[in-house]
């Protein structure tokens, strides 16, 4: 019997540097309101630890983990937030339209 990788936790995991571009999502899990557990890497190795890589074969930051879901563009991890989490309104689907 093969023997299967636990499946990760539900919650969101923010995987960040500092001095990375990751602000833009951050600011975006704050307005969704959702819990999240942040993990800060140092630049370099780190980044290219297996364990890592298996998340992130591109060994960069920031990434963003949501159950088995792994986004690692900025533009698409805010609009993935937005869409998951609906109710906040952040969503284009909850935007009037123009007549």
């Known amino acids: 019997m093969a023997n299967k990788e636990a499946p990760p936790m539900a919650g969101i995991i923010f995987y960040i540097n500092p001095m990375s571009r990751g ?4 600011w975006m899990l704050e307005e969704v309101g959702q819990p999240y ?5 140092d630049y370099g190795p780190p ?4 364990d890592y890589l298996k998340i992130n074969p591109m060994g960069k ?8 879901a792994v986004v690692t563009e900025a533009a698409v991890r ?9 109710e906040v309104g952040l969503s284009l689907r909850n935007q009037a339209r123009h007549p």
Not at 47 to 50: A, E, I, R, S, V
């Open 78 to 86: 805010c609009a993935c937030l937005a869409a998951v989490f609906r």
């Open 37 to 41: 557990e942040t993990r800060v890497l």
């Open 61 to 68: 930051v920031p990434t963003m983990r949501h159950g088995y």
């Open 23 to 26: 602000c833009i999502v951050r």
């Open 47 to 50: 980044m290219k630890l297996p």
